[in-house]
């Protein structure tokens, strides 16, 4: 979004290093020092605003940035926390075989998230 918006930013990448290990311990060292009420990833620090959860920080930029992009009414509004909601199914949807599953099949994902309407 702050690419789309042109808004320059920081995009800080903790290093997890290579698979299968992932050490995490780079952001482990950090996570409880940060000052989030919800210490987690994504995140963004704004001054003194601190929010984690991709949903919040999309719309504290779209609010900060671009009020235009939560809609111009009440009903735009609620069309578009309709689609949100969706987007986020559909995103548990596609990522929780990826936790599950070790053997790579990509079916489960590729199943869960066909279209509602066929």
Same mark, same amino acid.
């Given at each position: 979004?702050? &690419?789309? *918006?042109?808004? @320059? $930013? /920081?995009?800080?990448?903790?290093? +997890?290093?290579? &698979?299968?290990? %992932? @050490?995490? #311990? #780079?952001? $482990?060292?950090?996570?409880?020092? *940060?000052? %989030? ?13 601190? *929010?984690? /959860? ?6 504290? +930029? ?5 009020? #235009?992009?939560?809609? #111009?009414? &009440?009903?735009? $509004?609620?069309? *578009?926390?309709?689609?949100? &909601? ?18 790579? @099949?990509?079916?489960?994902?590729? @199943?869960?998230?066909?279209? +509602?309407?066929?």
């Amino acid at each position: 979004m702050f &690419a789309y *918006l042109n808004v @320059d $930013f /920081e995009d800080n990448k903790y290093d +997890i290093g290579p &698979a299968p290990e %992932f @050490d995490r #311990s #780079s952001w $482990f060292n950090v996570k409880f020092d *940060l000052g %989030f009420d919800y210490p987690n990833l994504p995140h963004l620090i704004d001054g003194h605003t601190k *929010l984690t /959860e991709t949903v919040g920080i999309m719309k504290y +930029i779209a609010k900060k940035w671009d009020p #235009s992009l939560l809609g #111009s009414n &009440a009903g735009q $509004f609620g069309h *578009l926390e309709m689609l949100s &909601a969706h987007v986020g199914e559909l995103k548990t949807k596609a990522t929780m075989p990826c936790y599950m599953s070790q053997d790579g @099949d990509k079916t489960p994902v590729v @199943d869960e998230c066909r279209p +509602i309407h066929q």
